[in-house]
């Protein structure tokens, strides 16, 4: 079954501190991987796609198919980062936007 | 300005009413989509149309359902609202690229309660 897996809920750090985010999925195909950010009071949106290997706003996120995994790093968090962050995979091949998500991660940057 | 709407925002309504959700976008966007969210959970698809008179399910069966009569316009139909819909549900759209690029412009949400 695809699924996609963010096993925390809340994760909290100090300002300057690095952050990880963790992802892992399950699909038997080739994978697309998104990761999508919703800001307070803010609409959810795109932050980073894997194909890309892009870094936006300082984060990165790197598929490794080994582990199944597709987690998203930043080395020295802002408190403009605090937002829920959503790891997406995308269904099947081809032109489609459909996407699975995870259940979010609170990521919460302290001063 | 080029956006995505959604009315209404918030909805407390009796069990048994038909309610719609509008969701309207303004960006020429091709396809279009309904999300749901319970609170903590996942995002689910629940319905998908790659075009004006073409809709499908997704993957979450629901008892909604779905038009696409003009391009710029998706609304989302339950017939007799009941406790076990209430939620948050997601409108957003994405362009011929965006079916590649898995890029989806979403609105701000309309979040249903049914007593």
């Known amino acids: 079954a695809q699924r996609v897996t963010q096993p925390e809920k809340l994760l909290s750090v100090f300002k300057g501190a690095p952050v990880e985010l963790k992802c892992n999925y399950s699909y038997s195909g080739s994978p697309e991987l998104f990761w999508y950010v919703q800001y307070s009071r803010q609409r959810l949106q795109l932050l980073l796609r894997h194909i890309s290997r892009e870094s936006i706003k300082g984060f990165t996120a790197d598929l490794n198919k080994g582990e199944t995994s597709f987690h998203l790093k930043k080395p020295f968090a802002q408190e403009e980062d605090s937002a829920m962050y959503y790891c997406?995979?995308?269904?099947?091949?081809?032109?489609?936007?459909?996407?699975?998500f995870g259940q979010g991660t609170t990521l919460q940057v302290k001063p | 300005e080029a956006d995505i709407y959604q009315t209404p925002r918030y909805l407390v309504i009796g069990t048994g009413k038909k309610i719609t959700l509008e969701c309207s976008q303004t960006?020429?966007?091709?396809?279009m989509y309904w999300y749901q969210q319970d609170p903590g959970m996942e995002l689910h698809l629940i319905h998908y149309s790659y075009g004006v008179n073409s809709t499908e399910k997704g993957d979450l069966s629901s008892e909604s359902t779905v038009s696409r009569i003009r391009t710029e316009h998706f609304p989302l139909t339950l017939e007799s609202a009941r406790p076990s819909h209430t939620s948050q549900y997601l409108c957003?759209?994405?362009?011929?690229?965006?079916?590649?690029?898995?890029?989806?412009?979403f609105g701000e949400g309309s979040r249903l309660t049914v007593l």
């Open positions: 960006m020429g966007h091709d396809k």
């Open positions: 957003a759209s994405s362009d011929l690229a965006g079916g590649y690029t898995g890029e989806l412009f």
């Open positions: 997406a995979l995308r269904r099947g091949s081809g032109n489609t936007g459909k996407l699975i």
